[in-house]
C-alpha cells in the first residue's frame, strides 16, 4: 500500500512546485483543483446536486458548468459556499481513493489541494505537508502569475484558512521563501535541507526527517 503524502499551502506559496519536484521523481501526485473541475462536469452526484440548489441553468446547453452563475451564487454567502461544498467535496475524496486504489503498487503518493484542511482530506494522507512563505512573497508571487492586482489577491488569501491555523496541522513544513522562486524554480535545481526530496527520492520509510525544511535555490 502507498504511503500518502497531502501537499497543502495558500496562494503563491510554491505547492505546485513541490507537486511538479515529486512528479518529476516518479512519484504521482493528485491535483486536486483539476480534479475537482473534471468531476464536477462529469459527476452525476454532483450535476444533480448542483442543479437542485442553484438550479438547471447551472449548467449551460452543451453540459458546461455554468462557472459565473455559480460563482455568483456563491460570491458574499458562506452558507451557499458550504453547501456547493458539501455536494462536491464528497465526490472529490471518493475520486482520490479510487485513484489512490488503482495506483496501490506505488510506493509514495501525493495529493496536492489547497484546502485540503478545509475539504476534509487530511484523513486520506498519512502525513500533511504544508508549503509555507510570507505573506509579502506570495502575494508579489500571485500578482505576477495570474496577472491581478493586490487588492484581489489579498481578497482570495484571506478567504483561505490562515496559514498558522493550517501549520498546526501539518506534520511537516516546507519554508519556500525566495522571491520569484515559482517563475524561475528549475525542479531539478531544488535542495529541500532536512532531507525532504533526499528521503523521498530514497527509502519511503522515513519520508521526512526533519519537522523544519527549507526549500532553497542553488
Given at each position: 500500500m502507498a504511503i500518502k503524502i497531502g501537499i497543502t499551502g495558500g496562494i503563491g506559496s510554491g505547492k505546485s512546485v513541490v507537486s511538479r519536484l515529486l512528479?518529476?521523481?516518479?512519484?504521482?501526485?493528485?491535483?486536486?483543483?483539476?480534479?475537482a473541475k473534471r468531476i464536477t462536469q462529469t459527476d452525476p452526484v454532483i450535476r444533480r446536486g448542483l442543479?437542485?440548489?442553484?438550479g438547471q441553468d447551472v449548467f449551460l446547453q452543451g453540459g458546461?458548468?455554468?462557472?459565473?452563475?455559480l460563482a455568483s451564487y456563491?460570491?458574499?454567502?458562506?452558507?451557499h459556499v458550504r453547501k456547493v461544498n458539501e455536494i462536491i467535496h464528497p465526490q472529490v475524496k471518493e475520486d482520490f481513493r479510487q485513484w489512490a486504489t488503482?495506483?496501490?503498487s506505488e510506493l509514495l503518493l501525493g495529493m496536492e489541494s489547497a484546502i485540503l484542511v478545509e475539504a476534509g482530506f487530511k484523513d486520506e494522507v498519512d502525513f500533511l505537508v504544508m508549503v509555507y512563505a510570507p505573506l509579502e512573497v506570495r502575494v508579489e508571487r500571485a500578482v505576477k502569475r495570474d496577472c491581478s492586482s493586490r487588492e484581489l489577491v489579498m481578497k482570495r488569501i484571506e478567504a483561505q484558512m490562515g496559514d498558522e491555523?493550517?501549520?498546526?496541522?501539518?506534520?511537516?513544513?516546507?519554508?519556500?521563501?525566495?522571491i520569484g522562486c515559482v517563475k524561475k524554480l528549475n525542479p531539478l535545481t531544488v535542495l529541500c535541507q532536512d532531507g525532504v526530496v533526499r528521503a523521498l527520492n530514497a527509502e519511503a520509510h522515513v519520508i521526512i526527517t526533519g519537522q523544519h525544511l527549507s526549500l532553497i535555490h542553488i
Open positions: 512528479g518529476i521523481m516518479g512519484i504521482p501526485v493528485y491535483i486536486s483543483d483539476i480534479e442543479c437542485d440548489l442553484v458546461e458548468l455554468n462557472r459565473s452563475l456563491m460570491f458574499g454567502h458562506q452558507d488503482r495506483l496501490k491555523v493550517k501549520r498546526s496541522h501539518a506534520d511537516f513544513v516546507i519554508v519556500n521563501d525566495v
